[in-house]
């Protein structure tokens, strides 16, 4: 392993979009919401890149953040939290809130991996050299058991009032960032033109976890009327 890196991927929100402000307090906690990695695309000189450095947008402000299929829909999926907004007006919501913007309070955004890659099963050359695992197994290996814990560390620091992890296949590990184990969900499943969708969730005082599908694919939440009812479900587990 490449000890620089191990060292900055365990450094607070390595892999994240925001800071402390956006993470929320006890006093004022903030909605999480984490996927699995950041994505990466090709840029103009064939090489990977991130989007933020990509737009030269420190702020990640919510022009930059709309030309991304994946905060789109999150824009969807928390303003049809809001009975006032709904995922029809996603881009009011999001001029409104601000949700994730740098110094903007309320929404919070990360991953549970910290080194981006341009999909899930990938781990290039350029990978192995830059965090020192030869493969990706060895990688989320040391991630499950170094990584983890540590979000778990900024879970109980920050108290977010709802975390929100996106990909159901990874529920234990989302489990594990929270509680630190894996909790025993509860299902759900919503029925959208014949498609089920599922989610699992989890309360323990007043932490409280859903796991959801991803913004995309057979089985995701890939139409508005899945984030409205989702988004529904979330703004009623949440007020529980």
């Not at 919401?33 to 103009?44: A, I, P, Q, R």
């Not at 989320?140 to 709802?162: D, G």
């Not at 859903?210 to 587990?237: C, T, W």
């Amino acid at each position: 392993m490449n000890t620089a890196f191990c060292k900055e991927a365990l450094e607070k929100f390595c892999g994240c979009d925001n800071s402390e402000i956006e993470a929320g307090s006890l006093q004022q906690p903030a909605i999480w919401l984490f996927g699995l990695e950041h994505g990466t695309y090709k840029s103009k000189n064939d090489e990977n890149v991130n989007t933020r450095e990509e737009f030269d947008d420190e702020n990640y402000s919510i022009d930059t953040q709309l030309k991304w299929p994946y905060n789109q829909k999150a824009f969807k999926l928390l303003a049809a939290m809001q009975k006032e907004y709904g995922v029809k007006k996603y881009k009011e919501f999001a001029q409104d809130y601000q949700p994730f913007v740098k110094d903007s309070p309320g929404f919070f955004k990360g991953n549970l991996y910290p080194y981006p890659c341009n999909n899930v099963g990938e781990w290039s050359k350029k990978a192995q050299a830059e965090t020192g695992f030869p493969t990706k197994e060895k990688y989320l290996h040391w991630c499950k058991e170094q990584r983890l814990p540590r979000i778990k560390s900024w879970v109980e620091e920050y108290a977010p009032k709802l975390f929100i992890g996106v990909g159901i296949t990874n529920r234990n590990e989302f489990s594990k960032a929270m509680f630190g184990e894996v909790v025993e969900f509860t299902e759900k499943e919503i029925i959208v033109n014949g498609h089920k969708k599922r989610i699992f969730f989890y309360a323990e005082y007043k932490k409280r976890l859903v796991v959801i599908p991803h913004f995309s694919g057979r089985y995701g939440l890939n139409s508005d009327e899945s984030l409205q009812r989702v988004g529904a479900f979330l703004e009623e587990f949440q007020n529980q």
